[in-house]
């Protein structure tokens, strides 16, 4: 794990322009660790997480449990055991939130076992005000009295929550997540409709099945769930994560097949593979779950646009756009899911690149090459972004900030360095 100790610096500094090739193995998804991590406050057995990556937000996720009182062993190798017999606190703090939104997914998971809960509130990110009144609204439904009070959310509940049907006003991931973690100890049933279809929310499903849960529906828009008095332990193993496989079929795309992706998720990818086709490259399956994204002869420009899952990611536009600023003639992309997502653009456009934004649309003009320059990591998946232009473009390029990559790609340096890629911290 990361030691919190570790002073993590915050200047990236690549020579782009090397040939890349060699394989690049997956890591379990950040963004199902998270809530399947959450997850393990519903039961006072031990719950055993396999392919855990090692990033910074899962630490501050460790850390948030052990606030709440949870034992936690990390076996290494990505195995991690939680337990929370004894509790501590029913609080998750700010200085804990505020580094990590998704801390949010505690509350949830306290009010169905505790019936208490008080977490501050997450407020605005770089990518836009993000709020989580959806969730809320949906506590509220299944008989929780919220408050917010002084920067803190207050949940209470008297007895046990109450299955409700909760109608979702838009697809919202940790919000499923929320109320799925609530219902499945809530008395009754509970119905979500308009529930995200994610891959990670079908993986924390499939977690809490094997814990004792009555769940159906998991991965459509209609998640059935009848609660249950208790749940047990269990064993678990996260899935692989789809948005570093993105990202790195981006960048095998890039270096035209030479990156060969291990541990690939296939299927969770399919949209992104119409769009990569629709550019001009193939993906080619290399044995058990491997692939390496090939260019054809001619690469052509595309509109992309961003939607919830099966579609193309918001947490994959920095990436593509990146890829799009080298594609000879005019692309788009819009960003439908956050309204504060073109941070990169600036920072792209300093490294060559030629976009202008006007609402939600970045048109981009392909250019012959990108050159190396000082940019900044704005948010986790722009530091990415950051990382493969840099990568492409000629001569040093330089990333502040980039603390941000740590929070959601794991070993990224040394991942990279395996391929040949000139990167160092200083
Ligand atoms: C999750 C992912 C994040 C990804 C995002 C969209 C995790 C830990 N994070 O974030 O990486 O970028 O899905 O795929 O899984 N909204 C409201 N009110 C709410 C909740 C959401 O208005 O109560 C809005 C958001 O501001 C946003 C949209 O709904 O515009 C979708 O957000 P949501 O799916 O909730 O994103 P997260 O779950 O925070």
């Known amino acids: 794990m990361i030691d919190s100790k570790e002073k993590l610096c915050e200047v990236l500094e690549i020579r782009g322009g090397k040939d890349l090739k060699g394989t690049i193995e997956i890591s379990g998804a950040k963004n199902s660790a998270l809530p399947n991590m959450a997850a393990t406050i519903l039961t006072d057995d031990t719950v055993e997480l396999h ?58 998971p306290l009010l169905a076992r505790f019936g208490y809960a008080q977490v501050a509130l997450p407020g605005g990110c770089s990518i836009g005000t993000r709020p989580v009144d959806l969730h809320l609204e949906a506590f509220r439904k299944m008989g929780a009295e919220i408050k917010v009070e002084h920067g803190y959310i207050i949940g209470k509940v008297a007895g046990r929550l109450k299955g409700a049907v909760i109608k979702f006003p838009r697809k ?15 008395e009754g049933e509970t119905v979500i409709e308009n529930a995200a279809l994610e891959p990670e929310v079908v993986d924390l499903a499939n977690m809490l099945k094997k814990m ?78 491997q692939v390496a994204v090939v260019r054809s002869e001619r690469l052509n420009p595309v509109a992309v646009e961003t939607k919830e899952y099966p579609f193309f990611p918001t947490d994959l536009q920095a990436q593509i756009m990146t890829l799009l600023t080298v594609v000879k003639g005019r692309s788009s992309v819009t960003e439908n899911i956050f309204e504060n997502r073109f941070m990169h653009v600036p920072e792209l456009q300093r490294l060559g690149a030629e976009i202008r934004i006007k609402g939600r649309t970045a048109y981009i003009n392909g250019v012959e090459k990108l050159t190396g320059a000082e940019v900044k990591a704005t948010d986790l998946r722009a530091s990415a972004a950051m990382v493969i232009a840099g990568l492409i473009a ?33």
């Open 51 to 108: 392919n855990v990556p090692t990033l910074l937000d899962v630490k501050t996720m460790i850390h948030l449990l052990q606030h709440i009182g949870s034992d936690i062993y990390d076996l290494s190798g990505g195995v991690i055991r939680f337990r929370l017999k004894d509790l501590n606190s029913l609080e998750a703090p700010y200085d804990l939130v505020s580094k990590m939104r998704a801390s949010i997914l505690v509350l949830g």
């Open 172 to 186: 919202t991931v940790t919000g499923t997540e929320n109320v799925l973690m609530a219902a499945v100890l809530a």
């Open 212 to 289: 004792g849960a009555d769940i159906e529906g998991e991965g459509t828009d209609v998640i059935r769930v009848r609660g249950v008095r208790n749940l047990n332990g269990v064993t678990h193993k996260i899935i692989p994560d789809r948005i570093e496989a993105g990202t790195f079929a981006i960048l095998s795309a890039l270096f035209d097949g030479k990156i060969v992706i291990k541990n690939y998720p296939f299927e969770y990818l399919t949209y992104v593979h119409k769009i990569f086709e629709k550019i001009g490259f193939n993906i080619v399956k290399i044995g058990d779950n």
């Open 394 to 426: 000629e001569g040093k390029t330089l990333i502040y900030d980039i603390y941000h990559l740590d929070r959601g790609y794991e070993n990224i340096d040394s991942k990279l360095k395996l391929l040949g890629a000139e990167i160092s911290r200083i």
